[in-house]
């Protein structure tokens, strides 16, 4: 390499740390310019696309990863083993307290009463869930479902979680999340449908749906 290519590769090194001054100095002036260190946050994983539930066992992974005792309550789901669930039961009910509470989506059961049954039985094992002091973060997966159909009080339910107490994560997932519910949340994540392999005829498959 000649001394001009040398040179020139230098130069190019002393701009790009240049720039990256800049943009650290940018980035901790953000971090700094928040007042609060820590809060219990309400998530909301909701739209048409898929990994909704599957982004909040990631979450979940993290917390346990972290030495958090999680909550996992699920609506409307039956109670078919989910890969997820063999794996997150094995580590014990001190670490992960596991609940499938649902007898099938709506459009299986076709029996609302049945629905709101099932759906009244998760809830009251969510507040239960909530009001354990040594749980940190509640996947309560799909209860978006149940209030889409109005098998529970909106009010009743979006009372509760903003009551949540300061240090709780709760994470909601599911499609068409109530505006009710996205007011409430500190954080919504909506998943965008670009492309499915169902549209091409491609069954759920074990491993990568349940």
């Known amino acids: 390499m000649s001394q001009e290519d040398m ?6 090194a002393r701009r790009h740390r240049a720039k990256m001054e800049k943009r650290k100095a940018v980035q901790d002036a953000e971090v700094a310019s928040k007042p609060i260190a820590a809060k219990g946050l309400l998530m909301v994983h909701t739209g048409p696309g898929k990994g909704k539930s599957t982004a909040g066992f990631g979450l979940v992974l993290r917390a346990l990863g972290h030495g958090w005792k999680v909550g996992v309550v699920q609506f409307g789901k ?30 299986e059961t076709q029996d609302r009463a049945r629905d709101e049954a099932a759906a009244r039985r998760a809830w009251d094992k969510a507040r239960e869930l909530m009001a354990d002091p040594e749980l940190r973060l509640l996947m309560l ?4 479902i149940a209030l889409r159909y109005d098998h529970l ?6 009372a509760a979680l903003r009551g949540r107490r300061d240090d709780l994560h709760i994470l909601v997932t599911g499609r068409n999340a109530k505006p009710e519910l996205i007011a409430a949340a500190d954080l919504v994540t909506e998943m965008t449908l670009v492309k499915h392999h169902f549209a091409a005829g491609v069954k759920a498959q074990q491993g990568i749906e349940f």
């Open 153 to 158: 009080p909106l009010g009743e339910v979006i």
């Open 141 to 144: 997966d799909e209860l978006n």
């Open 78 to 107: 039956g109670g078919w083993q989910s890969g997820e669930r063999t794996m997150l039961e094995r580590l014990g009910e001190a670490r992960v307290s596991w609940h499938t509470l649902g007898e099938g989506f709506t459009w």
């Open 7 to 12: 040179n020139q590769q230098d130069e190019a």
